[in-house]
């Protein structure tokens, strides 16, 4: 992610969030080696494989529960990771930040959670959960940010609390939303559903229709043929890499008044597929499309900062036909001048030097890759 953009502190959090929210579970210790590099030791399949799980320091808390480790401010915040923990220990009521990624539970049973009703975070990340029961989320009616990307989900859990504005479900088995799984999430900022295998299929009609503050929906790395038809009108991020889109409907991008970044690489996009006009929209300012099979570089709004070409089949860029003014023009406002500030188109049939008309035209550029 570039840095200097000028968007909101909580999108860049948003942005940061999406990179550094998952940490590798750490290996099991093995033997100090001698002379060969170590084996990878493959991750343990079966619960009996699986190592013992790891106690945290003795506590002062009477109620801190064994596997964790309970800071001072506990029980605010508990902290139960990396522990190859089999299963959720009793959560102490008070507890608002519960930190239990890298474990081996398999299953989320309300029980553990009964008093915790004041929680505002669960991190679950990189677990075995393959089931969530129903009322696990009944008694936790203040829950803003829940994290179960890298498990075993093969849908979306059901109930899971309204007042959500985080949930990160990427890398499960996840092919089946039910129809009313974000009914009423109005605060839901971000659904990360990026590396799952959602097919056009399992986007129902209405079954983002509640998101009305929805920011960021990641749907990459999935199984869509088709563009979306019913993403939130609100969103300001909309992330489609690595699924097999073929084309963007004409007036796409005008359900979404917001929208400026978009990311479609790694689809199977070519000219026929992109609507003359589809990328003329004036919200956007970011938009990927490198690594589909376009042959031509597509008409784009002047207000458009970065755009990402590299790997597709293009073979000649024309700045004459590409500008929104006459090229040679003297006469313009600073605002009237193309806002593209990046541009990368490595990995074409194109080579230097740059056409006189694309650094003509297109003034603000700070960095082209050709
Ligand atoms: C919940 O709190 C009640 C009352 O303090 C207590 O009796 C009960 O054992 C607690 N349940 C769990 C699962 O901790
Ligand atoms: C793009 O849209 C603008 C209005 O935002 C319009 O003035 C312009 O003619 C359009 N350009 C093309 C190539 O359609
Ligand atoms: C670019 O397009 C313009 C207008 O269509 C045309 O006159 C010009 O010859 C083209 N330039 C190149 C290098 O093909």
Redesign the pocket.
Known sequence: MKAGFGYSPLLVLLLLGAVCGQRPRPRPGRPPSTRKPPVPQPEPKEPTDFPPPILGPPSVFPDCPRECFCPPSFPEALYCENRNLRKVPTIPARTQYLYIQNNYIDEMTAEPFQNATELRWINLDNNRIRKVDRQVFEKIPNLLFLYLGRNNLKEVPSDLPNSLEQLRLSRNQISKIPASSFSKMEHLALLDLHHNKLGDGALSKNIFKDLKNLVQLNLAHNSLRKMPSNAPPNIFQLFLDRNNIEDIPKDYFQKFPNLAFVRLNYNQLTDKGIP??VF?V?SLLDLHLAHNKLNNVP?F?HKLEHLYLNNNNIDSINGTELC?FPVMSTLLNEEDLPRLSYLRLDGNHLSPPIPMDVIMCFRRLKSIVI
Request: glycine fraction near 0%.
């Open positions: 003359k006009k003329n004036s008409t709004n929104p």
